[in-house]
């Protein structure tokens, strides 16, 4: 098997028996995870012996010279009469037990076409039984392993749709320290909701990692009257999330009566917003009453 087939089986491999398992919804997938395995199976010690085939122009020719001898040489015991002559076409027709065969015939007696056509198609016919034999083994083990440690798969969202991607603007400007905002943070809005870059998260979270919050932006207070040394107050709810290992920072926000009016007014049957922040930008997912799930 080549090194490409060797990689490819490792990613059907992985797909089937990992712990993100998909491949039962991709027939063509586990198809070719199935061909793989038969490939790697050994192959059979038993060469494709292939029989030549007879040559029945031979065959007659040298029927007619055997029956042109047995005219020419024999006689029937105690008679001086030649023995009758035999039927020149039947080829394959045996010579008489106590007559020699002639070593100058082309084929042996004993070795009749139809006995060396039952045997080359019989040695065919094992072959192609041995081959079936270990690729009907090869799929059978194959989803037995599959159905054994198969994991089913849960999706993403919950099949929400995104609806819309972020990129940072300049429009809205948060102060240092505001929600834990730094002076190079990224910054977001989406119909009156503030989505900030923050470290370690604010109200929660690991630090130094990837989070951000979401906050009410008519509550973000101007640069040049925010001290982040003194108390200041916040009135509105606040969601904030985080990145840990490969899994990317998500935030999740409800349509409530603490929803800003601009939201609530742009998705009338919402029900909750999913927003993943990937460190560059916001992805956003809406769930609404009466969606397919």
Known sequence: MSTAAEDELRVLRARAYGPTADIENDPAALRRLQQLEAMRQPKPAVADAVMPVPDVEQLGRAARNRSADSARHETWPGEGTP??????????????????????????????????????????????LWWVAIVAAAAI????????VK????????????????????????PAGWMGAGPSSAVFDFYGLALMETTGGYGGGGIGSECFTVARADQVPKAEEFDASSSWSYD????TG??????????EVPFDSS???????????????????????????????????
């Open 242 to 251: 985080c990145a840990v290992g490969t899994f990317p920072a998500t935030v």
């Open 259 to 293: 929803a800003p009016k601009e939201l609530s007014e742009r998705f009338p049957s919402g029900t909750a917003l999913q927003f993943v922040y990937d460190g560059e930008r916001v992805g956003v997912f809406l769930d609404s009453e009466g969606a397919d799930r």
């Open 151 to 174: 994991i089913a798969p849960v999706a993403v969202s919950s099949g929400a749709p995104q609806i819309a991607t972020l990129e940072p603007t300049s429009a809205l400007q948060i």
């Open 141 to 148: 083990s194959a989803a037995v392993t599959f159905a054994l």
């Open 83 to 128: 023995e009758p002559e035999g039927d020149a076409l039947d080829v394959f027709a045996d010579a008489p037990a106590d007559v020699p065969a002639d070593p100058s015939d082309p084929v042996a007696p004993k070795e009749e076409p139809a006995e060396r056509m039952a045997a080359w198609f019989s040695e065919r016919t094992t072959t192609v």
């Open 236 to 239: 509105g709810p606040i969601y």
